[in-house]
């Protein structure tokens, strides 16, 4: 099983940052792609951005330029990066893990922590 633990959520001004931190326990494999999606209220959830073992990135076109995820593959731990931060960007920030196998994909989740962009 995989367990995936959030933190760096909070309010900030808007054009400020943040930094979100997941770390992922139990068996993390080389295929395993990690992410962030978010859900803000009465919409639903979207990709944010995620991270292959080999680095490759892929990022939501609304979040080019100022969101930046990496990943530290040593301590099985993803972050996001978030600048220029705007009240859109407003949502819960969940952690994923994505595992392709050969019957299909399993999906791991975080607790989710808050995002609040707001003066």
């Known amino acids: 099983q995989v367990r995936l633990v959030e933190s760096g959520g909070g309010l900030v001004q808007p054009g400020g940052s943040l930094r979100l931190s997941c770390a992922a326990s139990g068996t993390i494999l080389s295929v395993d792609v990690m992410g962030w999606y978010r859900q803000a209220p009465g919409k639903q959830r979207e990709l944010v951005a995620s991270?292959?073992?080999?680095?490759?990135?892929n990022y939501a076109d609304s979040v080019k330029g100022r969101i930046t995820i990496s990943r530290d593959n040593a301590k099985n731990t993803v972050y996001l990066q978030m600048n220029s931060l705007k009240p859109e960007d407003t949502a819960v920030y969940y952690c994923?893990?994505?595992?392709?196998?050969?019957?299909?994909?399993?999906?791991?989740w975080g607790q989710g922590t808050q995002v609040t962009v707001s003066s």
């Open positions: 994923n893990l994505e595992r392709p196998t050969l019957s299909r994909n399993y999906d791991y």
């Open positions: 991270v292959t073992t080999g680095g490759r990135t």
